[in-house]
T-cell receptor, first 113, second 109 residues
Framework: DTAVSQTPKYLVTQMGNDKSIKCEQN?????MYWYKQDSKKFLKIMFS???????INETVPNRFSPKSPDKAHLNLHINSLELGDSAVYFC????????????FGPGTRLTVT | QKEVEQDPGPLSVPEGAIVSLNCTYS??????FMWYRQYSRKGPELLMY????GNKEDGRFTAQVDKSSKYISLFIRDSQPSDSATYLC?????????FGTGTSLTVIP
């Protein structure tokens, strides 16, 4: 049983294209996140949604737009892809403040050529 | 200054050694402290979670939190080659999680 799943696992695309990454969690969590992990393994928060409502929106280019159709899904759409967008993108989920840990998906390795 | 500081290593130890991994932080609002293990090309998986100062043990792993010094540690006893991974510390306040840069560990058979 996969707790947090992401598709696709690998994404290779050209500069200027638009792409989407999907995330689903079956843990019943209320909060979902998108992180970007660069080549040096640093995990940087991008967005967080709680019950379909955006609660964290870090300084990322507005080419990145999250969408949460329901609390089990959080998708990430990226417009006009750039070389610097190449990274691994992780989706994660957790319960709100009263909860504890955060569970991660397997990651989507995005390569922009 | 970053919210969470972690030595990136790399750290290389012989099998059976005791490993000590550390993080420091600056934000007194952090309430929860976690250690994640990340194997190559995989997502981070939660190893240990603590709330208060003190020690928490789980098998070969011990997590230690010193809130007065803003310092957390993860100890791995009898390290195994399967422990070779990147270890990330993480801290939480509200819905915000802050991660260290990760320490790359290799356990040599």
């Amino acid at each position: 049983d996969t707790a947090v799943s992401q598709t696709p696992k690998y994404l290779v695309t050209q500069m200027g294209n638009d792409k989407s990454i999907k995330c689903e969690q079956n843990l019943g969590h209320d909060t979902m996140y998108w992180y970007k992990q660069d080549s040096k393994k640093f995990l940087k928060i991008m967005f967080s949604y709680n019950n379909k409502e955006l609660i964290i929106n870090e300084t990322v280019p507005n080419r990145f737009s999250p969408k949460s159709p329901d609390k089990a899904h959080l998708n990430l759409h990226i417009n006009s892809l750039e070389l610097g967008d190449s990274a691994v993108y992780f989706c994660a989920s957790s319960q709100p403040s009263g909860g504890k840990e955060q569970y991660f998906g397997p990651g989507t390795r995005l390569t922009v050529t | 200054q970053k919210e969470v500081e972690q030595d990136p290593g790399p750290l290389s130890v012989p099998e059976g050694a005791i490993v000590s991994l550390n993080c420091t932080y600056s934000n007194s609002a952090f309430q929860y402290f976690m250690w994640y293990r990340q194997y190559s090309r995989k997502g981070p998986e939660l190893l240990m979670y603590t709330y208060s100062s003190g020690n928490k043990e789980d098998g070969r792993f011990t997590a230690q939190v010193d809130k007065s010094s803003k310092y957390i540690s993860l100890f791995i006893r009898d390290s195994q080659p399967s422990d070779s991974a990147t270890y990330l510390c993480a801290m939480r306040t509200g819905n915000q999680f802050y991660f260290g840069t990760g320490t790359s560990l290799t356990v040599i058979p």
